[in-house]
């Protein structure tokens, strides 16, 4: 499948999960901004599958990340956004219209998780955030097994996803993003049969380990990562 005349390839039928221009109209934007106020670069999209479940599971330094991997993406990927956001109905209906799925602070309501694996099993792509939430320092901070969880339920392929300069930009210090040189660079995909092999037989504390497992790996991926 080809991309549209827009660079920005739906998938076949109709999208149940966002509205398309709405969509399109917020990648767009993304990418000018990135281009012009942040001076991006960007490598890796050709590592994206065009159809099918996928995990982008990046590091996590500040609210322009999820933006900023949607921009890289020649296809359209859900984000997940806390429940508060989606109180407002101005706000609820723009975070709907791209596809936004409500969490839990901590992100894991069953809701919520039924919610992210429902779009997976279903083709879409999701971005999710090891760590957790953004990081104080602009350090890496251990994964959480939460991703391992969502990675060994659903079996979709995870592309690792590292970005560069946006805790500068925009870290949780500063109330205002800053005009700083922001990257980001997605590697080759991820399977994990064996782990999903392992944990469909193993016992409760076992899967759990697993989990972590997967989590750790996920997050040496993503350091290894190196700026384009």
């Known amino acids: 499948m080809g991309f549209d005349r827009f660079g920005l390839h739906f998938p076949p039928g109709r999208d149940v999960h966002r509205r398309a221009w709405v969509y399109w109209l917020g990648w767009s934007l993304s990418r000018l901004i990135f281009s012009t106020y942040f001076r991006w670069k960007a490598a890796g999209w050709e590592h994206v599958p065009r159809e099918g479940p996928v995990i982008f599971a990046s590091n996590h330094a500040s609210f322009a990340d999820p933006p900023l991997l949607g921009a890289i993406c020649p296809r359209p990927i859900s984000y997940l956004g806390r429940e508060s956001l989606f109180a407002n109905p101005v706000t609820s209906w723009i975070f709907r219209s791209v596809g936004a799925v409500p969490v839990d602070r901590d992100g894991a309501s069953g809701k919520g998780l039924k919610t992210i694996l429902d779009r997976l099993m279903g083709g879409d792509g999701i971005v999710l955030f090891p760590e957790g939430t953004r990081t104080r320092d602009g350090q890496f901070q251990p994964a959480r097994a939460g991703v391992g969880l969502v990675v060994v339920k659903s079996g979709a392929p ?15 210090r500063h109330r205002f ?27 409760r504390a076992r899967v759990k380990e697993i989990y972590q497992e997967v989590a750790d790996d996920i997050m040496k991926a993503i350091q290894r990562l190196e700026r384009p």
């Open 158 to 172: 995870v592309v690792p996803a590292r970005v560069f300069g946006t805790y500068d930009a925009f870290g949780k």
């Open 177 to 203: 993003p800053r005009p700083r040189p922001v990257a980001v660079r997605l590697g080759s995909p991820l399977w994990f049969h064996a782990q999903i092999a392992e944990a469909s037989t193993a016992p």
